[in-house]
């Protein structure tokens, strides 16, 4: 380098050393992005799509002699930055660090090494990563590039079925990342489709016509059972903090700090494709997080809060009539996309994960444990619903995350399926006395009762304002 250059940098605050000095090989990202995809299912659902771990082994392509009828889907977006309340909290982590004015020692040294904080831009809070706003070239995990491949997979699995399928609306609920990745994998999708994108609000004012009833429920109370939650040992998080800090003398991370470690690891991941802070956690401690996350999910949005069941309702009732009516609507597809949340007060009611034995806050379980929230609805999660004929009958079965779940109590028909009337039976026991409108108090926000998009968006057109959100 010319002197006069260094000199001018210098001058400036700058670093003459960055731009010289290669990254040492074990500290590529070039090496490092791909070895850390076994820790995805422990990141509470923040971190990059992985397929559903407890694969049975049933084939996702219904059995040979049986013909597919309709398909819906309920998909949660793709990898995103964190929103604006958990970015604001990861920041104040990040100056703690940032404050720090001696060099890190122990598994915070690479912090030392040029580490450049992976939210840049505070725009980005809220969206979906993707190639142009990812900070590194490589960044396999992004968003947009997983609902790019979910098209693809969704063409190739339903190759046959999507022949004379090619003309059909998609519904996405108003948020900009919800859109923005209803979107890419419609554009994946490609020219040889006619395909109509219907944004459907989330305003708590949309009422029962949503795709993302949480926002439209003002009875909800995320502390109705934080007792509960509450009485799980969070130790972990202290034994993080003191192994952090004893490291490093005077620097006084908490607890808090602790638990904001575990999700920068999982949306650096989605932004970068690879986390050093993901390195700092012990496998047990990864454990018990992803536990804390499982009970506060199941405690605030899933079986253990009754009224779930009334939420998820608005979505299984539209889902069973387009089941029933099948036969006579013109369209076959019908993909949605939404909210965690949404999809997990959806699988609530369906009770596809519902052991009816409640989880225990004063242990890890491990036998008694089918309820992983981040199993059921991680970035990219998506949920299929597949009605076959097969001979004169039809079926209905679950995929979920490239996965057939079985109904545990319905599942004697093919492909371990449920035969048509008796998924409708069940169907209508999961909803019976479930009113969301109700339970939610809905009628305080809003005075629309009843899901329509899916039956009136060809003369309503949905086309929400989106919101970053
Ligand atoms: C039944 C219910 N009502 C209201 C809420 C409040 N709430 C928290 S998050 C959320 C939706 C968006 O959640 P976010 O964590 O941003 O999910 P993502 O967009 O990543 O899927 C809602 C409606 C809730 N969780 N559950």
Known sequence: MLLETA???????????????????????????????????YLAGAGPYFSYPENYGIPVDPPKECKITQVQLLARHGERYPTKSRGKKLLNTWNTLQKYPHEFNGSLAFINDDYEFFIQNMDDLEMETTTQNSINAINPYTGEMDAKKHAQ???????????????????????????????YFIDSLGDKFNISLQVVSEEPSAGANTLSPGYSCP?????????????????FLKDIATRMNKENHGLNLTKSDAENLFSWCAYELNARGFSEICNLFT??????????DDLSSYYEDGPGYPMIQAVGANYLNASVKLLKE???????????????????????????????????????????????????????????????QCKNDSYIRYVVNDAVIPL?????????????????????????????????????VSNTTELTFFWDWNTTQYNATLLQE
């Open 7 to 41: 000199v001018l940098l210098a001058a400036a605050g700058l670093s003459t050393t960055r731009a010289f000095v290669l990254p040492k090989r074990d500290r590529s990202d070039f090496y490092q992005i791909g070895t850390q995809e076994h820790i995805f299912p």
């Open 153 to 183: 997979q969704f063409l190739a699995q339903y190759e046959e079925f999507l022949e004379d399928n090619r003309e059909f609306a998609v519904f996405a609920a108003s948020s900009q990342r919800v859109h923005d990745t209803a979107q």
């Open 219 to 235: 009875a909800w109370n995320p502390d109705e059972y934080a007792d509960i939650i509450d009485a799980f040992s969070t130790d």
């Open 283 to 292: 496998p047990e401690e990864l454990i018990r997080y992803s536990y804390y």
């Open 326 to 388: 099948s036969d006579d609507l013109d369209q076959k597809v019908w993909l949605s996309f939404t909210h965690d949340t949404d999809i997990l007060n959806y699988l609530t009611t369906l009770g596809l994960f519902d052991d009816d034995k409640d989880l225990d806050p004063s242990t890890v379980p491990f036998r008694n444990h089918v309820f992983h929230k981040s199993w059921m609805i991680p970035q990219g999660a998506r949920v299929y619903t597949q009605k076959y």
């Open 408 to 444: 545990e109590n319905c599942s004697d028909g093919p492909g371990f399926s449920c035969e048509a009337e008796e998924f409708y039976d069940y169907a209508n026991q999961r909803m019976e006395g479930q009113n969301f409108f109700e339970a939610c108090n809905t009628s305080s």
